[in-house]
């Protein structure tokens, strides 16, 4: 049991570590953040100060060990414009992403995992197209194009809700529909799939054969099992709920998480994008250990494979 | 031939049979996307009777219960009749249908490892037969479980109740659904090839487990099976499948002595002789026809040895030639029995 987590945990810790260095090359060689950051009026003098300070004249492997060196200390570096600890520019703009990948999240598995379900149980009928049509449809438009196909439509031409901004609740309407569409699409696919391999399953005819109403066979026998491959992709979502909003809150200018991202990567801020990608892969990382967790609650077949070297 | 003595000493084949058949299907029909797989089956089971179905894959034997029980696809169209008590099951109302499931007729499948749903205990599994059919709750269904398991020789029946399917064996699994099966007490057991996915010591084993539980509880048993052997040790009587239509009805030891339909005979030409030297077995020849293209007369005159030119203009209808034996064959009412009885000693003896 013990061996099965300490993998686990290593395993994951290498993952963020290599998502990071990643991070950090493809950032390095990407741009000057001097010139993004001070503009290319700036002097030569100027410049050369500005790397001096930032440590942007050493060596990119000197400048990768002082990073993981920073890291292990609990320090994520500091904003480039301004000079604010990057960490806690990026934690004060999670609650206002989490105001929106929150809800979305809970409208995907609201309306997803039912319309994957009826569609499955009534194969092949009006309902089972309806929901799947619906399905390619919302996943196969990009969030931007739908989100604003709905401000035209519901901000600018009926004037209900603002095309943007934060204020009241109206302004959480949009971007929360525009978020969860995709994901309640994607949802109801994947489970519809997966309810239609249980229900083929022999165990399904044997508990009907058993004289189990059917309403309770789908309860009681189908759905347990349609959960075990679901909770993949639902865990997804929620390794998502950080980082996964980039696009929509740069289309309705939501102060998150990923707003940040879009103007911190425009301008080079090396280590506010770098906080956020260790965030993001660490949240990333964290809800798959839940889903391998969850899998041995849900399967018992895989809790015996898992931890049995260990008893 | 050994194994058949128990067959054909054990039992005496009633001169009448019982007034009022259990269950009754006449003239069922079921098609799959307008593919007729099953073309008007008659049959009759007995209070407490032993029925053998015997056929191939694809020749209806499973179709037929499935559909009897309505547990085919709703992409199935079943016609015809089926009425257990005189009661008529097809098209019944899902409630009754769920009480006469498990409840009165119970169906146990081929591979139990799958027929187990794999991520529930077995106890629970048991257990709402037991609560649906007989209202038992709380503790009791743990000490009736474990009553039913040892009924069917299930080892450490106890600890079996927490257990996983996955934990049990292929033939511990066979036995917890046949204790899931009797949990029910019903009126007839519906076992589709039971012991076809098991390791051929447990086959015999398993089948052992279904006579006792007969002898003792009563209940009539249909044993669905590709395997002639199989049957005729177990069955009373056998009904031979081709293609979705019976081919023949005997005692089991009448069907051994002396097979009517060339297909029953072809069948146990190609069985392995029960004693004496091993030979040459004679497998039937040709196909079974594809059931989007059957021929015009008997299914089966493509293949048949002894096919006339009749044969390939009407479908032979079920026919009568001696008491309490049917044969859907035109040449076996034309040639004398005899005939196929020679052809059929020499694999036997």
């Known amino acids: 049991m013990f061996r099965f987590f300490a993998i686990r945990v290593l395993r994951a810790v290498l993952t963020v570590a290599l998502v990071v260095t990643f991070a950090f090359i493809v950032l390095r060689l990407s741009g000057d953040p001097a010139r993004s950051i001070m503009g290319d009026d700036a002097s030569p003098e100027a410049m050369t100060a500005f790397r001096r300070e930032w440590g942007l004249d050493q060596p990119l492997w000197m400048q990768y060990f002082h990073y993981f060196a920073a890291i292990f200390e609990g320090e994520l570096g500091r904003s480039m414009r301004g000079g604010v600890p990057a960490l806690d520019l990026v934690l004060e703009r999670i609650p206002a992403t989490l105001m929106l990948t929150l ?111 059917w309403a309770s066979v789908v309860r009681g026998h189908a759905l347990p099992n349609a959960a075990i491959p679901t909770v993949t992709i639902v865990g ?57 967790f969850l899998y041995g609650v849900l399967d018992p077949r895989l809790a015996n494979g898992n931890t049995g070297g260990d008893h | 031939m050994g194994n058949l003595a128990g067959c054909a000493t054990g039992y005496v084949f009633p001169a009448a049979p019982a007034p009022q058949p259990l269950l009754v299907i006449e003239g069922m029909t079921v098609d799959f996307n307008g593919v007729r797989v099953l073309r008007g089956i008659d049959l009759t089971l007995a209070r407490g009777e032993a029925l053998g179905i015997v056929g191939e894959s694809g020749s209806g034997k499973s179709v037929t219960w499935l559909a009897a029980l309505g547990l085919l696809p709703r992409s199935a169209t079943v016609s015809g009749s089926v009425r257990l008590d005189g009661e008529e099951m097809l098209g019944a109302a899902a409630s009754r249908l769920d009480r006469i499931r498990g409840g009165r007729v119970a169906m146990i499948f081929q591979d139990p490892s799958s027929a187990l749903n794999p991520v529930l205990r077995i106890g629970r599994q048991i257990g709402e037969v037991l609560a649906r059919h007989h209202g038992v709750s709380g503790s009791n269904i743990r000490a009736e479980a474990k009553r039913l398991f ?30 899931m099966a009797l949990a029910g007490k019903p009126d007839v057991l519906v076992a589709d090839e039971p012991t076809t996915a098991l390791d051929a010591t447990i086959q015999a084993q398993i089948l052992d487990l279904l006579t006792t539980i007969r002898r003792e ?112 064959c035109i040449a076996a009412t034309v040639q004398p029995a005899r005939l196929s009885l020679k052809l059929n000693t020499s694999v036997l003896a």
């Open chain 2, 150 to 179: 040892d009924l069917v020789g299930l080892p450490d029946a106890a600890r079996r109740f927490d257990a996983y399917p996955h934990e049990l064996s292929g033939g511990q699994n066979q036995r917890v659904m046949i204790a």
């Open chain 2, 217 to 328: 509880t009563g209940m009539a048993l249909v044993l669905i099976s590709h395997d002639l052997g199989v049957v005729s040790e177990t069955c009373d009587r056998i009904i031979v499948m081709y293609t979705g239509s019976v081919v023949e009805t005997a005692p089991a030891d009448a069907i051994f002595a002396s097979p009517r339909h060339p297909y029953t005979q072809g069948l146990l030409a190609a069985l392995p002789p029960f004693e004496g030297a091993l030979h040459r077995l004679v497998p039937i020849e040709g196909q079974v026809p594809d059931p989007t293209n059957l021929p015009p007369g008997c299914a089966f005159a493509p293949r048949c040895p002894k096919r006339l030119a009749v044969c390939e203009e009407a479908v032979p209808p079920l026919a009568q030639p001696e008491n309490g034996r049917f044969s859907a």
């Open chain 1, 236 to 292: 997804f979502m929620v390794g998502n709920l950080i980082a996964g909003s980039v696009v929509v809150e740069s289309v309705f200018s939501w102060p998150g998480v990923g707003n940040l991202l879009v103007v911190s990567v425009a301008a080079r801020d090396l280590a506010v994008v770098q906080s956020i990608l260790l965030l993001v892969a660490a949240a990333m990382v964290f809800s798959n250990l839940i889903v391998d």
């Open chain 1, 103 to 213: 809800p979305a999240f809970l409208m995907k598995l609201a309306i997803g995992i039912p319309a994957g379900v009826y569609a499955a149980l009534y194969r092949d009928s009006v309902i089972d197209r309806a929901v799947m049509v619906t399905a390619v449809a919302g996943y196969t438009v990009p969030s931007f194009v739908l989100g604003l196909v709905l401000v035209q439509l519901l901000a600018i031409w009926v004037a209900w809700l603002p095309t943007g901004g934060t204020g009241g609740l109206q302004h959480l309407i949009l971007p929360i529909i525009t978020l969860g569409v995709g994901g309640a699409a994607v949802l109801a696919r994947f489970v519809r799939s997966a309810m239609l391999e249980v229900l083929g399953q022999p165990y399904i005819r044997a508990a009907s054969a058993k004289g189990i109403p």
